[in-house]
């Protein structure tokens, strides 16, 4: 892919003007604020929870673990942005800034992606094969596939970045409401439709192939559970299957609903565009620590020991 040889001088900020067409900025923005700190608090609890408890040093509280980390990383670099555009009134971002977001952004969605696949595959050996399972998925596989995902999204869009930071920049105005790489090609003086190729087939591999992936693992943890002979058993193997599913749920069913309605000739507009964005950016590092903690029994019970053990202060009066 050639690039565009420019002239002329590159901007060196961005301006944010997403929300400018919507009234109550300062509520929206709390509500973002509001959620992010609640993500990020239950992400880090998660984190810390797994750290320092050496009970907890296993494949699924790995998988867990590295969850929690790219759901702050993912969340971060979104949520800050419209934070400060709607409750600080800073529009502008330079450019590195706007580049290295749109790096940590799409590198936390990619990760994300295969943080949920490698969850269905614990699940997946965990309940078809309990008797194997300590064998099968050991601590050093597990961390060898978490890194393997880091390295395949630090590749991918590694080259989508570089591909980014070579175009000529003539318009300071971004039309969404952080910064991303569709934000930011359609910023540069190009035609923008040949930088396409990358994040479409990037986007097709994520949603044809791992998402039908996941649901298949899914299908076949239900058909496995439902053949139990123990109901009392089954019935809270078959509440933790579907409580697993949910954070899949949650992910993928913004693109979803993107991908579907533009295939049905559906046009979304700027504002119900940017609405599947603060969604797919705070939905799911929301859900992922309620499903992951408070519903598993391990992590939820260190959390209860820690509480108790934490001092009370006496009162001064």
């Known amino acids: ?8 001088q590159n901007v060196v900020e961005f301006t944010i003007t997403g929300f400018d067409h919507l009234s109550h900025h300062k509520l929206m923005g709390a509500v973002i604020l509001l959620a992010y700190c609640l993500a990020v608090l239950g992400s880090a609890a998660n ?11 296993r494949p ?25 555009v709607l409750l600080a009134g800073d529009k502008t971002i330079s450019y590195h800034s706007c580049l290295s977001r ?54 991918c869009v590694g080259k989508m970045i570089y591909t980014a930071d070579q175009l000529p920049y003539c318009q300071p105005v971004i039309k969404y409401i952080f910064c991303d790489y569709a934000a930011i090609i359609r910023a540069a003086c190009v035609d923008p439709e040949p930088y396409w190729l990358l994040p479409s087939i ?40 579907i409580s697993h599913f949910v954070p899949v749920v949650s992910y993928y069913a913004p693109k979803l609903v993107s991908v579907l309605l533009t295939r049905v000739g559906v046009t979304l507009n700027l504002t119900e565009r ?6 797919s950016t705070l939905v799911p590092p929301l859900i992922n620590p309620t499903v992951y903690c408070l519903q598993n029994k391990e992590i939820r019970g260190v959390l209860l020991r820690v509480l108790r053990r934490s001092p009370v202060v006496p009162s001064k009066d």
């Open 60 to 84: 699924m509280y790995l998988l867990i673990c590295n969850l929690a980390l790219v759901d702050i990383m993912f969340t971060t670099s979104a949520s800050t942005t419209m934070i400060s």
């Open 1 to 8: 892919m050639s690039l565009v040889n420019f002239s002329g």
């Open 202 to 241: 990037l986007a097709l591999w994520l949603l044809a192939g791992q998402f039908p992936l996941i649901v298949l693992s899914y299908g076949k943890l239900l058909f496995t559970v439902l053949r139990l002979p123990n109901r009392e058993k089954g019935g809270r193997t078959f509440r933790t299957v």
């Open 274 to 279: 940017n609405a599947l964005r603060i969604i």
């Open 102 to 155: 749109v790096y940590i952004y799409h590198l936390g969605d990619v990760t994300e992606c295969l943080a949920l696949s490698l969850m269905a595959l614990d699940r997946t050996v965990a309940i078809s094969e309990p008797l194997r399972y300590d064998t099968i998925l050991t601590n050093q596989r597990v961390f060898i596939l978490i890194v393997v995902s880091w390295l395949i999204g630090i590749g």
């Open 47 to 57: 984190i810390c929870i797994i750290s320092t408890d050496r009970r907890l040093h």
